[in-house]
């Protein structure tokens, strides 16, 4: 399922049952795996590595080297893991320093014109609404939801199971289990549609929703907040939250109101 008009490197190496459609280019050192789809005009650069049933829609552009103005030419690479879906214009760069990758997981999905920057990596089950994008060495957890037009701060993260409000500019760390909205972008609260849907039961909620307070509503300073989770006994999600924080190179974004600033 090859179109006669498809450009293919000899070196990349196509599993099985693959569709290329019209137009398309795939450069050297690409490795596809089995069952993929590319719709028409998709670039596919390398070194890449694509697991299967992955589906890339017309003018996506792949695997092209990073942005990064120091980039020098050193071998980097693109990972990309099964049944994810690149709606069209999608542009996803590999990394910028000699051996190292941008990676994206499996389950995901891409809609329009979104873009992933070079060290990137990005977990499994998040959704990226259209013009959502990333700057570089940026971390996005799972079952992550980006907002339309938002912006992540380079070497940022984002916690599992966040929510980003569209035309959001992340300039620190979104804690998992949130949401967070607005320029700059701020705490809103906890992600409770998410997490529900997620099958967090009202327990795990109401610890979550414990250990938020904690660290935005009791006028405490970080260290602090951290101190009153470690003196009681906290559940892995607390855990988790603690840990995000205390990982946390850029420190955390900010509280805001639930209905905005």
């Known amino acids: 399922m090859i179109h006669p008009t498809a450009i293919i490197d000899p070196s990349a190496k196509l599993g099985t049952d693959i569709t290329v459609g019209p137009y398309c280019i795939i450069g050297p050192n690409v490795e596809l795996g089995d069952g ?7 670039t596919i650069m390398g070194p890449s590595k694509i697991g299967p049933r992955n589906k890339f829609w017309a003018y996506g552009s792949i695997g092209q080297q990073t942005q990064d103005l120091k980039y020098a030419g050193e071998p ?3 990972e990309i893991g099964s049944d994810n879906e690149f709606r069209e214009f999608c542009t996803v760069h590999r990394a910028t320093s000699a051996g190292h990758k941008t990676v994206i997981g499996s389950h995901n999905h891409f809609l329009s014109y ?48 966040a929510f980003i409000g569209g035309c959001a500019k992340i300039t ?8 967070a909205d607005g320029n700059p972008g701020r705490a809103r609260g906890l992600n409770l549609v998410g997490l529900r849907r997620a099958g967090y039961d009202d327990t795990a909620i109401k610890a979550i929703n414990s250990a938020y307070r904690t660290l935005y509503r009791k006028g405490l300073n970080t260290s602090q907040a951290i101190e009153v989770l470690h003196s009681k006994a906290m559940t ?25 600033d």
């Open 76 to 78: 980097t690479w693109l």
């Open 114 to 161: 979104v873009h992933i920057a070079h060290d990137c990596i990005v977990g499994d089950h998040v959704i990226f609404s259209n013009n959502g994008t990333l700057a570089g060495h940026v971390v996005v957890e799972d079952h992550v939801i980006l907002g339309g037009l938002s912006a992540v701060h380079q070497f940022c993260r984002i916690g599992k199971h």
């Open 36 to 42: 993929c789809w590319l719709q028409h005009h998709v």
């Open 236 to 260: 892995d999600e607390v855990a988790s939250l603690a840990e995000f924080v205390e990982g946390s190179q850029r420190g955390i974004v900010s509280a805001g109101k639930a209905g905005g």
């Open 172 to 179: 620190q760390d979104v804690l998992p289990y949130t949401v």
